[in-house]
């Protein structure tokens, strides 16, 4: 059987890095769906600047590492004098790589909006930002909802990154552990357990509001 | 509804329980296998099988400056534990160049030794009462002892500094991370995957100062001026070459080539050639 | 910043050569991701009675897991019960059994884009079940299921950096060596390292956006 006692005596660490992750996570959550709205509408916007702006960030941030995105915050922009703890590299980190899908998966949800809707508002003397608005926006959000919550998922897996510039989640805790206890087995199950807690649910979530809202339409 | 999906993830959840009880039957087997193949390794000893193979692989650090640092331009590492091993597999095997370094990390190096990747370890490794139960280990090959590393100007001038308010950087796996945490309990101490990773942290100002043997510390401070590594060390850190459990026939060729390097002079040569103690 | 010291002929050397081993590794990961997948993908299909469900669980399990936890597991777990790999098999193995997970969702919801009245016609043509599934459902399903195979393919190229963590020579090692010598080779190196994966990746996605357009 597993060790238990490992469980039991570390549960402090165990349990701090699992509030941690949660903090992180929904820190990111909500920061970088207010970017990736943003940036979903930069790319869409009728201002040619405005998309230039939208697709050189989401092309790049999706096609380079998110570790990439963590060191350079955490080790390269000291050396630019703006110094971040490893918690706050952190989040800025998943914030942004997180953005870049969010927004792709925004823009997806509007343009899957019929565009004579557009125009019906637009004629019905909207303007632009109040058809996005009170039109578009809350008809894509229902189209939005499933990969969304997919991309919380990634954002929470994603968090264990944060080991590696001691930010206090649960992999480093489980890191730091198993180096004290010399068990690294047991350790990573229990933390694989704390991760699942998470992401399982959310994946339950996830699959029943695509049943859910693909009936709806 | 709940459709099929969700009754599988459901049945998931249920699964983990049972995960639970298999990993349990797998440590019982472990340890008959590990028995086993104890066993098995008095039929084919350590020196035979390096001796066999005609080459040694050891086990080395890679970011560590004066013990084992990779020189990106010629991909080769170099340092005081490099030059160590070449005269050892000279001694053993007649050659200095019958060697295969490996790069290790003071977490993946045990491992690495277990699965046998490596045949012998020499990294910077602390001999201690918790490795003996993993490894064996070779006479003490070089005295170190743990310190701390500071910018200079820092108010840190001692490890009785170390308060609340102070960061302090260390690498996972390493003893110094534990032993920091003994001698000053209040101090914020931050862990990193390796060397490289926790100075590059401390000169980018993630934390205060950064604790390991002041061995390692002197090289990172010859790397950039404006480090230091303060006086006197707060733990004794002896060296150790570390082997297989029960490689007593490889542990005791090792012993003799290092009690030979330090009677002909060669010991004295690599030293000072790397450690140049201010 | 030192732009010039950082970009020394040595040092891009370095990183290409570090790069070349992201890429095999990526390209060794795929190739056994796209056989597990493919069979745990066109199993749980086939709606195998036990099996497909066994294999759900693990799927689900796996995608719900991070991978750099794998990556620690399979490296550093394993062994504890006897199981040793190197460092290039650990990290293979690791990037294996989460893109297998991946692909094998990609497989099955391509095969399931095939109409179902196909596979009648094909069984009341006399083939078999497993006929029926290689000669006329998967050559189908398969052109649906190469964009999001090349998509996978980016993300494994960004995922293998991950194993940094266990010392594998790939491209964000080396850059992370470089790193170490000077502070200020940092942002310079991270700039270039940066556009070394986007130019490869994005080549990769205007790839996959030219399939999926055929493929409409």
């Not at chain 1, 019905?124 to 998922?153: C, D, E, H, R």
Request: charged residues 20%; negative net charge.
């Amino acid at each position: 059987m597993l060790d238990f006692t490992i469980l039991s005596e570390n549960m402090d660490m165990f349990m701090e890095g699992f509030k941690t992750t949660l903090f992180v996570s929904f820190l990111a959550l909500i920061s970088s769906f207010v970017l990736g709205t943003i940036l979903a509408i930069f790319r869409i916007a009728p201002i040619k600047p405005l998309n230039w702006i939208g697709g050189i960030y989401v092309e790049f941030i999706r096609n380079i590492p998110i570790l990439i995105i963590l060191f350079f915050i955490f080790t390269g922009l000291p050396v630019l004098g703006i110094r971040l703890s490893g918690f706050t590299a952190g989040t800025i980190a998943l914030t942004v790589y997180t953005a870049a899908f969010i927004a792709e998966a925004i823009r997806a949800g509007i343009m899957a909006v019929p565009k004579g809707q557009t125009e019906a508002a637009r004629s019905s003397g909207l303007n632009y930002v109040q058809t996005m608005w009170y039109v578009i926006l809350p008809q894509a959000i229902k189209i939005v909802i499933p990969p969304l919550g997919n991309q919380f998922i990634n954002l929470v897996k994603n968090s264990s990154i944060l080991t590696i510039v001691a930010a206090g989640e649960l992999m480093y805790q489980g890191d730091l552990i198993s180096s004290r206890t010399f068990v690294t087995f047991d350790v990573y199950i229990f933390v694989a357990i704390f991760y699942l807690i998470i992401t399982i649910p959310l994946s339950l979530g996830v699959n029943y509001l695509e049943k859910h809202l693909a009936k709806s339409n | 509804m709940f459709n099929k999906k969700n009754w599988f993830m459901l049945m998931l959840i249920a699964a983990l329980t049972l995960v639970l009880a298999a990993c349990g039957g797998d440590d019982k087997k472990e340890s008959d296998s590990d028995s086993s193949s104890d066993g098995e390794k008095t039929a084919t000893s350590a020196l035979e099988t390096v001796k066999a193979n005609d080459k040694i692989v050891w086990g080395v650090k890679n970011d560590t400056k004066l013990f084992g640092l990779k020189n990106p331009s010629t991909g080769e590492v170099e340092g005081f534990d490099i030059d160590i091993a070449k005269e050892i597999t000279a001694i053993i095997l007649g050659d200095p160049s019958k060697v295969e370094f490996k790069e290790v990390t003071s977490k993946t190096r045990i491992p690495m030794l277990n699965n046998g990747e490596i045949d012998a370890i020499v990294a910077t490794m602390t001999i201690t009462e918790e490795r003996r139960q993993e490894v064996d280990f070779s006479d003490v090959y070089f005295e170190a002892g743990q310190s701390l590393l500071v910018k200079k100007g820092s108010p840190i001038k001692s490890v009785e500094d170390l308060d609340a308010s102070t960061k302090v950087l260390a690498v996972k796996g390493s003893t110094s991370a534990i032993n920091i945490r003994e001698k000053a309990p209040e101090a914020q101490v931050l862990e990193f995957e390796n060397y490289a990773e926790a100075f590059t942290a401390l000169k980018a100002g993630q934390g205060d100062t950064l604790t390991t043997d002041n061995s390692i510390l002197f090289g990172m401070a010859s790397d950039d001026s404006n480090y230091e590594v303060l006086d006197g060390t707060f733990t004794d850190e002896p060296y150790g070459i570390a082997m297989k459990k029960g490689s007593d026939d490889f542990v005791k060729a090792v012993n003799d080539a290092l009690a030979e390097l330090k009677a002909n002079g060669k010991y004295d040569e690599i030293y000072e050639k790397w450690i140049v103690l201010e | 910043m030192d732009f010039i010291g950082a970009y020394s002929p040595d040092h891009l050397v370095f990183l290409l050569k570090g790069f070349w081993v992201t890429i095999k590794i990526a390209a060794v990961s795929i190739f056994f991701s796209f056989i597990i997948g493919g069979l745990v993908g066109t199993l749980r299909y086939a709606k195998v009675p036990v099996l497909s469900q066994v294999l759900a669980v693990l799927v689900e399990l796996v995608r719900n897991l991070p991978l750099l936890l794998i990556i620690f597991f399979v490296y550093f777990a394993l062994p504890e019960i006897g199981i040793k790999f190197s460092i290039t098999w650990s990290a293979i193995i690791a990037l294996t059994v989460f893109e297998s997970a991946m692909v094998s969702e990609i497989i099955r919801s391509g095969l399931n884009s095939v109409h179902k009245g196909q596979i009648e016609a094909g069984r009341s043509s006399g083939l078999s079940y497993v006929q029926t599934l290689w000669h006329i459902v998967l050559p189908q399903g398969i052109r649906r299921m190469v964009p999001p195979i090349v998509s996978q393919f980016i993300s494994l190229l960004k995922d293998t950096s991950l194993a940094v963590v266990i010392a594998l020579p790939e491209l964000m090692h080396h850059a992370q060596v470089i790193n170490a010598q000077n502070i200020n080779y940092i942002v310079p190196i991270f700039l270039f390292v940066s556009v070394m994966y986007f130019v490869v990746n994005y080549a990769l996605s205007l790839v996959a956006r030219r399939l999926e357009l055929k493929v409409q």
